[in-house]
T-cell receptor, first 117, second 114 residues
């Protein structure tokens, strides 16, 4: 099956710094990637939809200037958490949609656990 | 508004007993339905999915789910639970009119007792 990777798997950063998370589709080209956030003991919430070559679409309540998403190629999307604060500590999961597959087929990365101290 | 409801926050079953996890959805468009499992500190693993066709779907690890359009439900079942099935289970729904992004239920935490 299709594989999606995320890097790093874990990151600890100091408050006020920025962190970049990469999401890669390893064996297919993903025209659309999604970023989700999961707080402890909670469900996954969609943050934004990223389409290759265009600006990301953010969900209501997600600050686009704080969570910068870039989808510059068909295999890579990045999420940059700018000026991170402890409340941004969360599990960030990306997924990638394979346009060649079934209409709603998407594949999830293993997630990145961000801890802001 | 589109929504996914998992009515049971926690479920406890004895090892070897049968299991049913409930999922109800409210979607205006034709939904695509998924069940995922997540162990603590881990990512998501897809158990099964329904796009169209046969409404009884077989998945991995002995799980199955049945799509009932009239009840707007997609309940997950397993005839005999193993201790290793203890985890968090998420029902998710997507649709073409939302760009196929998934809307997740709040999850059901499964505890398996000896």
């Amino acid at each position: 099956g299709a594989v999606v990777s995320q890097h790093p798997s874990r990151v600890i950063c100091k408050s006020g710094t920025s962190v970049k998370i990469e999401c890669r589709s390893l064996d297919f080209q993903a025209t659309t990637m999604f970023w989700y956030r999961q707080f402890p003991k909670q469900s996954l919430m969609l943050m934004a939809t990223s389409n290759e070559g265009s600006k990301a679409t953010y969900e209501q309540g997600v600050e686009k200037d704080k969570f910068l998403i870039n989808h510059a190629s068909l295999t890579l999307s990045t999420l940059t958490v700018t000026s991170a604060h402890p409340e941004d500590s969360s599990f960030y999961i990306c997924s990638a949609r394979d346009p060649q597959g079934r209409v709603s087929e998407q594949y999830f990365g293993p997630g990145t656990r961000l801890t802001v101290t | 508004a589109q929504s996914v409801t998992q009515p049971d926050i926690h479920i406890t079953v004895s090892e070897g007993a049968s299991l049913e996890l409930r999922c109800n959805y409210s979607y205006g468009a034709t939904p695509y339905l998924f069940w995922y499992v997540q162990s603590p500190g881990q990512g998501l693993q897809l158990l099964l999915k329904y796009f169209s066709g046969d409404t009884l779907v077989q998945g991995i690890k002995g799980f199955e789910a049945e799509f009932k359009r009239s009840q707007s439900s997609f309940n997950l079942r397993k005839p005999s639970v193993h201790w290793s099935d203890a985890a968090e289970y998420f029902c998710a729904v997507g649709a073409a009119n939302s760009g196929y992004a998934l809307n997740f239920g709040k999850g059901t935490s499964l505890l398996v007792t000896p």
